[in-house]
C-alpha cells in the first residue's frame, strides 16, 4: 500500500513539473511573471528549496522559538524562507509571530485547502505555513493523509530557497519522515541532562534509518560558549563512539530574559535590537546554514519523502 502510494506521487511528479496553481494566486501570478521568476530565483532554474528540518528530543528546549527567529535571520539576508510548521497537533509559530490564521495545515490535510492557500507573510519577511494546534488526529497522519500532504509540499519546492521545517519533539514516524527527507537537520537542546539525553535518541534513530545524515546541535539557553562546547563534546563523543558518525556544532544561545520577552510580546527577538547576544548567536547560526542554502538540489523534499515512504 505505502509502496503503490510513493509511485503515484513520483508519477505526479514526472507528469508535473510545475504543480497547478490557483488563479490569481500570489504563486500563480509570480509563475507567470518572467521579470519577477528571474529576481526572485530558482522558478526558472529548476533548482529545489534546501530543506533544514529543526527537532529535538523533548519539548520545552526553545525549538520553535529558534524556528521562527532563524526564518527572520535568513530572510534578512535576502533569502526566500518558507517555514512549515509541522510540529502537528501542537502546532504555535503562528502565536510567536502574533498572527491568527484562518487556515492551517490540518486544512490541507483534509483536502479542504491547497498549501498555496494557508502561505501567510509573518513579521520579518518569510512566508508561514501555519501548523493545527489542538487537533490530535493531526500527530498521527494516515499514509493517504500524509502522502496528500507531500503533494502539495512540492509545490513550495521551486518557490523558495529555503524551506524549514519545524518538526514536532520525539521520534513520531511523522516527525522521522521530515527528518529523514531533510537536507540537514538541527537538532536543538539545552544543558539539561534529560534534554540531552533525549537529543541523542534522536539522533541515534535517524541515524539508523539514514546513516550519513547531516547533524548539527544547536545547545540553547547557556552561560556561555564554554558551557555550549561542554554539552557538545560529551554528545558528539557519544555519537561517535556507538554510532560511529560525526555530529556537526551548529552553536549556540544564551539564556536572556529578552528573548523571552519577545516570546510574551509575540515578537521574534530577531527583530529587536536590544537582543544583542541571542542575535548574535542567530546570526552566526544563519551563516553557517547558509553556506550551501542555495546549492541547487537535484532533487527535492518531496522525492526524499515519497522514497521513504516506499521502504
Not at 508535473?16 to 504563486?27: T, V
Not at 507567470?32 to 519539548?59: D, E, F, Y
Not at 517555514?83 to 501542537?90: E, M, N, P, S, Y
Not at 511523522?174 to 537542546?189: K, P, Q, R, S
Amino acid at each position: 500500500m505505502i509502496t503503490d502510494q510513493a509511485q503515484a506521487l513520483r508519477e505526479q511528479v514526472e507528469r508535473r513539473s510545475r504543480p497547478e496553481l490557483p488563479p490569481g494566486s500570489p504563486l500563480m501570478v509570480e509563475a507567470a511573471n518572467p521579470a519577477t521568476r528571474t529576481a526572485r530565483g530558482a522558478a526558472t532554474t529548476g533548482a529545489t528549496a534546501r530543506t533544514i528540518a529543526v527537532t529535538s528530543g523533548k519539548g520545552g528546549v526553545g525549538k520553535t522559538t529558534l524556528s521562527v527567529n532563524l526564518a527572520v535571520q535568513l530572510s534578512s539576508m535576502h533569502r526566500r524562507v518558507v517555514l512549515l510548521d509541522a510540529d502537528l497537533g501542537t502546532a504555535n509559530a503562528d502565536v510567536l509571530c502574533n498572527l491568527s490564521p484562518a487556515s492551517t495545515l490540518a486544512h490541507v490535510v483534509a483536502g479542504r485547502k491547497r498549501l498555496e492557500e494557508v502561505l501567510i507573510d509573518a513579521p520579518g519577511g518569510f512566508r508561514l505555513v501555519p501548523g493545527a494546534s489542538g487537533l490530535a488526529q493531526m500527530a498521527a497522519l494516515s499514509e493517504f493523509e500524509r502522502s496528500r500532504l507531500l503533494a502539495q509540499l512540492h509545490q513550495l519546492e521551486t518557490r523558495a530557497d529555503v524551506i524549514l521545517i519545524d518538526t514536532g519533539a520525539g521520534v513520531s514516524p511523522n516527525v522521522l519522515g521530515f527528518l529523514v527527507a531533510a537536507d540537514e537537520v538541527l537538532v536543538v537542546t539545552t544543558p539539561e541532562p534529560t534534554a540531552v539525553t533525549d537529543a541523542y535518541a534522536v539522533i541515534k534513530t535517524l541515524y539508523r534509518q539514514k546513516p550519513g545524515a547531516s547533524v548539527l546541535l544547536l545547545v540553547n539557553m547557556v552561560r556561555d560558549e564554554v558551557e555550549a562546547r561542554q554539552v557538545f563534546g560529551r554528545l558528539s563523543a557519544v555519537c561517535r563512539k556507538f554510532l560511529q558518525m560525526s555530529l556537526r556544532y551548529a552553536g549556540h544561545l544564551p539564556s536572556d530574559p529578552r528573548v523571552q520577552m519577545s516570546i510574551r510580546r509575540r515578537q521574534p527577538f530577531a527583530l529587536d535590537a536590544s537582543a544583542t547576544a541571542a542575535r548574535a548567536g542567530l546570526s552566526r547560526l544563519a551563516h553557517r546554514l547558509d553556506r550551501h542554502a542555495t546549492s541547487a538540489r537535484s532533487e527535492g523534499l518531496f522525492r526524499r519523502m515519497a522514497s521513504w515512504l516506499a521502504r
